[in-house]
């Protein structure tokens, strides 16, 4: 496995110190796979903002990164959740790195943010947004040499937990089909595509919109499969 050379100082000296862009709450996820450990770090909104523009460099697959800017003014004014999963170098076990982020927001009826706007209007006869909270999955993604070992399957996890203690209905997610390990991880997790736009020139980039109800026995049964303990870094 070939590791990234850099780090991101906010996430380092959170984990050690504290850090320059506050203080997050961080989850240590032990699922039930030998020798592997996950950790979960929730952040607020400017830090988290600082370290999406910050992983988003390592993802040559998007046509477009998002600045710190940007992913404020889409949530500064929505109920919204910033996950990161951090892990240590293979070659040195003292330096840890965020390798994967998962960012979901509240969506209404009502908007009045154009993309969302077009978002409500495509999944209106799919998804009943009419006196329901339901949580959008915006943005996210694993760098590639730790893409497969579950790190986005444990955000999501743990992206389920706080949707149901907010009160949340349920959750949507917009992909394309090309990206296979994502939709095999949202079908493991019981995600049931709600709307497919195909693309004639190209399959491979056709849309596919999936949602998840939530129910409180989703609770339940992730505690079964990990065990998960919270501390302050």
Known sequence: MTAYPMESPGLMQRRQTGGP?????????RMR???VEYFITQYDLEAGALEIQYIEEYFGEFPRKKTASEIVNRL????????????????????????SYKVAHEI????????????????????????????????????RDWRGQGHFRAL??????????????EILVKTKNKFYEMRGTLDHLHFEVVKYERVAKDNAESKVYLSKRLVPELLTRHRGNRTVTQATI
């Open 33 to 35: 796979v030998p020798a």
């Open 76 to 99: 500064k004014s929505r109920s919204h959740l910033i996950l990161f999963a951090t892990a240590s170098l293979p070659d040195d076990p003292g330096t840890v790195v965020p390798v």
């Open 21 to 29: 862009f506050g203080v997050g709450v961080g989850i240590r996820c």
């Open 108 to 143: 209404r009826m009502d908007e009045t943010e154009p993309k969302l706007v077009d978002l409500v209007g495509r999944l209106c006869d799919s998804v009943q947004f009419e006196d329901r909270r339901i949580l959008y999955t915006w943005i996210g993604g694993t760098r």
């Open 156 to 169: 999501t996890e743990q992206q389920e937990f706080w949707a149901i203690e907010h009160g949340f209905d």
